[in-house]
């Protein structure tokens, strides 16, 4: 069974920093491309930045220079770290791998 499970939200400053976790088993993980999605209140899932299984990176205009995306194959893990955090950062973020997400981990970022 495939399960994803994100951690490392929270409620920070503009400004602040967080970085976000997604745990990945019931997989082949060093085999599959992974991505970060979030969805802000009231608005629809938004692609944010992806990872292929080589390590290639790729991230959205609106995160490009603060965000940084990286895995740790032999861990199962992949991480999100999120610099200079604005109040549009604001949403649920989930870990994607194929058409598999987690359950979503809120960040919150206040003016």
């Known amino acids: 069974e495939v399960q994803l499970v994100e951690s490392g939200g929270g409620l920070v400053q503009s400004g602040g920093s967080l970085r976000l976790s997604c745990s990945a088993s019931?997989?082949?993980?060093?085999?599959?491309?992974m991505s970060w999605f979030r969805q802000a209140p009231g608005e629809g899932l938004e692609w944010v930045s992806g990872i292929s299984r080589t390590g290639r990176t790729s991230y959205a205009d609106s995160v490009k220079g603060r965000f940084t995306i990286s895995r740790d194959n032999p861990q199962n893990m992949l991480y999100l770290q999120m610099n200079d955090l604005r109040v549009a950062d604001t949403a649920v973020y989930y870990c994607?791998?194929?058409?598999?997400r987690g359950q979503g981990t809120q960040v919150t970022v206040t003016a």
């Open positions: 994607r791998a194929g058409n598999y």
């Open positions: 019931g997989f082949t993980f060093s085999s599959v491309g």
